[in-house]
């Protein structure tokens, strides 16, 4: 595995692949720019060419070009290997489906479920029912099969064959959410059978789950669910999936807008009309999840509401969760139809205009909750202030809350300090902020400088290890770094003061062990890159030696007042012995620390 990560880092550049991503600034040798994994306002994420890894200095994350893509995109080491191997140009082998890992095999029972609906669709004379359909909905054969769009026969278990020839067990089959199990026995069936097929892709383009639309109708359909999906599976969860992102995160970065949708259609109509930065929930409402992936391409959001239907405040959960994210929130009022499908197949200029022209959410409530009411009367009143004052909290930007609190004082015609005062809610409990910032303790501070200043110069390594343990060094994590530096030093038959270490063969050795211990030491070196850049080689050596100094004498003072405390109560026990051995190891410690001083 080794051989092939290195072989995709040697092929893909750092700023590459974080600009695909992010905004990158010089600064010096390096690149800075806000964090994307936390609210910052002072650039804190740093990149390093030359070392090729990433640490946010304000949120405590780093790594490499596997750790960012994983983080960013919140997926595993495995999907992040598959991603990178393919924008390097790796080929990675396939394997057999009886030695793949689960998840990879999963994976491939999808693709091939997907490959099997498409051929049933367009191969098939029993194709013809869905073929129709989709020409009766006005989606052309061309943006079916750029969705990948597909039909399961009305059979019972003609995919489940299908996939057991291809080599896969019904245990994995089963494990998709492809097929079902009949009652308590061993024989199962198709889960799809007579529907239109939808894909349900990642942000990868890879098939996760399925939708489909049963293509019964009248009487039969009534007894049918009209739209089922794969359950949640390994590689399927509702909550972070969102139907034809795949396809329209370059389109919402360009456009620096999400419009969100409700169905699968919805999308695919919007598609064709050239409106393509269009996503839809999966199965699913609007979850944090959701936006936490969305906010990666565009912190701008664009909720699409049926003008005519009355149960738009039903739909404010997700409105409360995108404000909540720090996103900035439209809506998209539907001129005709109840969806934009039935919009765009009415006239896809009713669309278009809808999409170019979304309103404040705020106004819009506004003007809804008006409609209704008879403001000479104190009650509608009341309930205009108990419908629009929850809504006008919600508002983080001080300026844009006063402009609307000014709003309704003026419709209302009641005092402003009524309404500020009915506005002011108790304190919401406090969450747990992403990063809690903790003052370091001097010997985390110190254990941490040393360590940085020899990953990153490798200088005095020899003196390092021959006056420091590991136990002097805090927290845990750094004892281990120290830990594989004595064993480094060790094994290489060091014997020159002018040593020149290696970094990144220390780093394999690192990653071996524990990926923990990699990101930690990426950390060390940014660390020593950011603090120490124009210091002189002579300061560095004279800081290094410094900060051993420091540690070590702190550490020997801790020893000697633990051990005066021990003495202390052995005292109090009479316990003489006790007292005698205490006594001398803390003769050999006074001993160190005047060597020290």
């Not at 845990?476 to 270490?501: C, G, M, P």
Request: aromatic share 10%.
């Amino acid at each position: 595995m080794l051989e092939i990560t290195d072989e995709i880092k040697s092929r893909l550049d750092i700023i590459e692949v974080i600009r695909e991503y992010i905004k990158l600034n010089p600064a010096g040798a390096n690149f800075k720019t806000l964090c994307p994994f936390h609210n910052e306002k002072t650039p804190s994420f740093m990149v390093s060419p030359e070392k090729q890894i990433w640490h946010c200095f304000g949120c405590g994350e780093g790594g490499d070009i596997f750790g960012f893509v994983m983080k960013m995109e919140n997926i595993e080491f495995i999907d992040a290997l598959r991603l990178l191997a393919k924008k390097a140009g790796v080929q990675l082998l396939r394997q057999d489906p009886k030695f793949t890992n689960l998840k990879g095999k999963l994976l491939d029972i999808m693709s091939q479920a997907v490959e099997f609906y498409q051929t049933n669709l367009w191969q098939t004379t029993t194709g013809e029912i869905a073929r129709n359909y989709l020409e009766q909905r006005k989606i052309s054969n061309q943006t079916a099969k750029d969705f990948k769009l597909g039909f399961a026969p009305k059979t019972w278990d003609s995919l489940l064959h299908h996939l057991k020839r291809k080599g896969f067990s019904e245990t994995d089959i089963l494990t998709a959410g492809l097929i079902i199990r009949k009652d308590s026995s061993n024989n199962f069936y198709d889960r799809f059978r007579g529907r239109l097929i939808f894909p349900i892709f990642d942000v990868h383009n890879q098939p996760v789950g399925l939708g489909g639309r049963t293509l019964a109708f009248g009487s039969e359909e009534e007894k049918t669910a009209k739209y089922i999906n794969t359950p949640q599976t390994l590689i399927y969860n509702k909550s972070q999936v969102l139907y034809g992102l795949d396809k329209a995160k370059l389109e919402i970065r360009k456009k620096d807008l999400v419009i969100l949708v409700e169905g699968y259609l919805d999308v695919i109509a919007s598609y064709q009309i050239g409106i393509k930065n269009v996503a839809a929930t999966s199965g699913t409402s609007l979850t944090a999840e959701h936006l936490k992936i969305l906010k990666r391409y565009s912190p701008n959001l664009a909720l699409a509401f049926d003008a005519d239907l009355g149960g738009e405040m039903a739909r404010s959960r997700g409105l409360d969760l995108a404000l909540a994210h720090g996103m900035n929130v439209k809506l998209i009022l539907i001129p005709r139809g109840k969806d934009p499908d039935e919009c765009i197949k009415t006239d896809p200029k009713f669309w278009q205009e809808a999409v170019a022209q979304p309103v404040n959410f705020v106004d819009y409530y506004f003007e809804k909750t008006f409609v209704d009411l008879d403001l000479t009367r104190p009650e509608d009143k009341k309930k205009a202030a108990k419908i629009l004052l929850p809504l006008i909290s919600k508002l983080t930007d001080k300026i844009e809350q006063n402009h609307y609190l000014q709003k309704l004082v003026g419709l209302l015609s009641v005092p402003e300090q009524i309404l500020r005062e009915s506005l002011r809610q108790p304190p919401a409990q406090r969450t747990t902020p992403f990063f809690q910032s903790v003052k370091a303790q001097r010997c985390q501070l110190l254990s941490e400088r040393i360590l940085a200043l020899v990953l990153k110069y490798g200088f005095n390594l020899d003196y390092l290890i021959n006056n420091l343990t590991p136990a002097m060094f805090a927290p845990e994590i750094a004892q281990r770094i120290y830990n594989n530096l004595i064993i480094y030093y060790t094994n290489s038959n060091i014997k020159d003061f002018s040593f020149n270490f290696n970094y990144p063969e220390f780093r394999k050795l690192l990653t071996e062990e524990d990926s923990a211990l990699t990101n930690y030491a990426d950390y060390l070196v940014l660390l020593a890159e950011k603090d120490f850049f124009n210091f002189k080689e002579d300061q560095i050596r004279k800081e290094l030696l410094q900060n051993i100094k420091f540690l070590k004498k702190d550490y020997l003072k801790s020893k000697l007042k633990n051990i005066e405390e021990k003495i202390r109560l052995a005292e109090k026990s009479k316990n003489e012995a006790e007292i005698s051995e205490l006594l001398e190891e803390f003769n050999q410690l006074t001993n160190q620390l005047v060597l020290v001083s």
